[in-house]
């Protein structure tokens, strides 16, 4: 089991930027891929962004490219979301995942994730 905990999130103004945390610890050579989830009050839990581990994979909600990057530091086995441009509709819960299975591909799909952290709120006001 990989066990994750979220940091780094707050309250920022609409346009700013801040960077989220993913600390991995146990068994973290299970893991193939970490995504990022988030979740808004009244909504269901959506896609963010993810990577691999190992190799050049990336992949991004079409609501966050170009605005958000993911990245990893396999060292520190911890995965970040820095997030640029932030929108008041950011303002949720999120939640770094796990993927156990080597797919061939990066899923966005929640149930294919197998591990979660506790999540980090963040708000972006107007």
């Known amino acids: 089991q990989v066990q994750l905990v979220e940091s780094g999130g707050g309250l920022v103004q609409a346009g700013g930027s801040l960077r989220l945390s993913c600390a991995a610890s146990?068994?973290?050579?299970?893991?193939?891929?970490m995504g990022w989830f988030r979740q808004a009050p009244g909504k269901e839990r959506e896609f963010v962004a993810a990577i691999r581990w190992s190799g050049s994979g990336t992949y991004y909600a079409p609501s966050v490219k170009g605005r958000f990057t993911i990245s990893r530091d396999n060292a520190k086995s911890t995965v970040y979301l820095q997030m640029n441009s932030l929108k008041t509709e950011d303002t949720a819960v999120y939640y770094c995942?796990?993927?156990?299975?080597?797919?061939?591909?990066?899923?966005?799909?929640?149930?294919?994730?197998?591990?979660w952290g506790q999540g980090t709120q963040v708000t972006v006001s107007s």
């Open positions: 995942a796990a993927d156990n299975v080597g797919r061939s591909y990066i899923s966005y799909r929640r149930v294919e994730y197998d591990n």
């Open positions: 146990g068994r973290t050579f299970s893991s193939y891929v």
